[in-house]
DNA sequence: CAGGGCCTTGACAACGTTGTCCAGGCCCTA
DNA sequence: TAGGGCCTGGACAACGTTGTCAAGGCCCTG
């Protein structure tokens, strides 16, 4: 008795090995490993007899060590931002999708905008020996990566790029998307156009912001230091912001905002103006059909999918230089971003 | 050269090992072990030769072998039914953040509303030997999951109950949500109401619609068949159901939607129509508030929290019955509930 | 200075699987 | 019927880590 568990603490609840199942089957081992991996080699009679074994015995390999003993795990990591926030639910699941036509599993974790989290749960993966990697960053420095990309990790970069290593990334077009989006609003008459966006450091609101102004000056419009506000995607900063855009001296009557989260609360808050501001948004939310919120749509699945398409082909052998992938933007109008100036 | 690498093909890259560590600063394998999990017994001067070899190499150590020796994976699957749809967000996320608390790991992946494919990834979950599962079930048959469990496997369903197996359930009050938004909708003087739900094999699904008929039977009204419409969550069906129940001869004054699927359908579908049309809706929808939607909301994130506190409790060893929690829902009025029946 | 005890360190086996290689049995042909 | 080739099956090592256990060095006490 206290021979056949002289470790009780380390097993797992006591599953049968292959070696249970072949002392059942009256085979040797390898031929249960063979059955179960449907190599050739096994008449139908000993099959029968395995799978019979395996069946009574509730066997089930275990991949922990296969992976040990193979090396490949068919497993990718996607670290991503908030998985609460919609626009990664369809990236994710896009990024599944491909992961399973690979016949790969996903792991995905979030790392809460940190940083540090982000690393930290981007090297558990690497220590689970994933075979590759997406990562939404939140950092701006990945070269903690940098060894295990050498190691053979592939890596690919997803919403954002890499920061300070030479990396696949697959972005939307956030310059071009504010630009239009920006130029669409001079185009119905706006000179004051306030823009509400996520922290500077954030590369895509960077490039929003580079979008803006860069609309702005091409219609030659002047930008004030008080029409642009960046922070945080908190509700109460944002309509704080909107209510100072829309009070002063000379209130913008245009607004420009900067993401979904953004986008929601600035419609919340201007539910409550008087005048009518026209507003286009940075990404497509549910329901902005209904309320009328015209936007700059990027393909959240396209995104996961290309990504995730790319990341396959390296570990198919591809040996391509890093790259970077820009995805086009599509703006929708849909009345908030076709309303005139206030009188 | 060839003797280094006699299996080429299955090196993780060729990535260090603590033999390689060990050789490198001149200490035995079981050091570096030693050093790597912060166990006692190392002098400061050891750890550090220790230490820099392992900064030198590149080590990390390969959790996989850790795992087939340890026999704990510190890690938990979660199998939902679609990642895109936005109530299963923060769901996921709260149900990471418990798992973070607990050192570990959360894999998960999406069924797609499969059974077969639920099936699928929640044996491969348990094939990778995650410590726990936790299952929002798209399938009525969880009898393949016994030998998991017997193994040892934690397990707990969410959102659904579990089919033809006892286990442990964390559930929304379906029913009694269901039965207080139509009861709403009576008071506010509605006596013929429509329900438009999912598929009724789910049983979300069916108890919601359990729920409309005692809200009913209580009031004393009756049901027409043709008031309750059942099916996919598909927009076309749903808005054909809508056209339908609206232009009978005797049309419904009032709808109730059985999740956020079909409420933002009958949003879009009522929005078109000339008589205004109450409605309540089961689970609470992102803008829900500026498009004046009531709805029965429920805590997403309080279902994924219960749901893993209570797995990692059974991991710690608690030793409970199975059990089904019921979480309590709440009636979010924001002016489509209370509309009076139009004249 | 001898003996005992503690602390540090390392050798070794084991976790469950798969790749390699060899043995034995069968069938076919000459 | 003998010999050759093919097919099936199994013994064994290895993957990288951790638990066990014992050896050696040091310090302290008597």
Redesign the pocket.
């Known amino acids: 008795m206290a021979d056949t568990a002289?470790?009780p603490e380390?097993?797992?609840g006591n599953?049968p090995?292959?070696?249970d199942v072949?002392a059942r089957a009256?085979?040797?081992?390898?031929?249960v490993?063979r059955v179960?991996?449907g190599?050739?080699?096994?008449?139908p009679?000993?099959e029968r007899r395995v799978r019979e074994a395996i069946e009574i015995l509730g066997?089930r390999?275990?991949d922990s060590?296969?992976v040990?003993?193979?090396?490949r795990t068919a497993t990718v990591g996607l670290v991503l931002e908030d998985l609460a926030d919609p626009f990664y639910g369809p990236l994710s699941r896009a990024v599944e999708e491909v992961a399973r036509a690979h016949g790969a599993l996903l792991i995905n974790g979030s790392s809460a905008e940190d940083p540090e989290r982000e690393q930290e749960l981007a090297l558990a993966l690497c220590a689970r020996r994933v075979d590759g990697l997406i990562v939404i960053p939140s950092g701006d420095d990945h070269r903690y990566l940098e060894p295990e990309i050498r190691a053979g990790v592939a890596t690919v970069f997803v919403d954002r790029p890499a920061g300070r290593i030479d990396a696949d990334a697959v972005l939307s077009d956030s310059f071009g998307g504010a630009r239009d989006g920006v130029a669409h609003l001079i185009a119905h008459g706006h000179r004051r156009i306030g823009f509400i966006g996520d922290r500077p450091r954030i590369h895509t609101s960077a490039e929003r912001l580079r979008g803006y102004r860069a609309a702005m000056e091409d219609a030659g419009l002047p930008v004030r230091d008080e029409w642009v506000s960046l922070g945080s995607t908190d509700p109460g900063r944002v309509s704080t912001a909107v209510r100072e855009l829309l009070t002063a001296p000379e209130p913008v009557t245009a607004l420009f905002a900067g993401n979904n989260r953004v986008t929601v609360t600035v419609v919340r808050a201007l539910a409550d103006h008087p005048r009518p501001v026209a507003l286009v948004g940075f990404d497509d939310i549910e329901l902005a059909d209904l309320l009328g919120v015209t936007v700059i749509a990027q393909d959240a699945a396209a995104l996961g999918r290309t990504a995730a398409e790319r990341l396959f082909r390296r570990l198919d052998g591809a040996d391509e230089a890093p790259a970077r992938v820009v995805l086009g933007t599509t703006l929708l109008a849909r009345g908030s971003g076709e309303t005139p100036p206030a009188a």
């Open positions: 002289r470790h380390n097993r797992y599953r090995t292959m070696k072949a009256g085979v040797g081992l390898k031929t490993s179960v991996n190599e050739p080699g096994v008449t009679d000993t066997f390999r275990n060590a296969r040990l003993r193979k090396g």
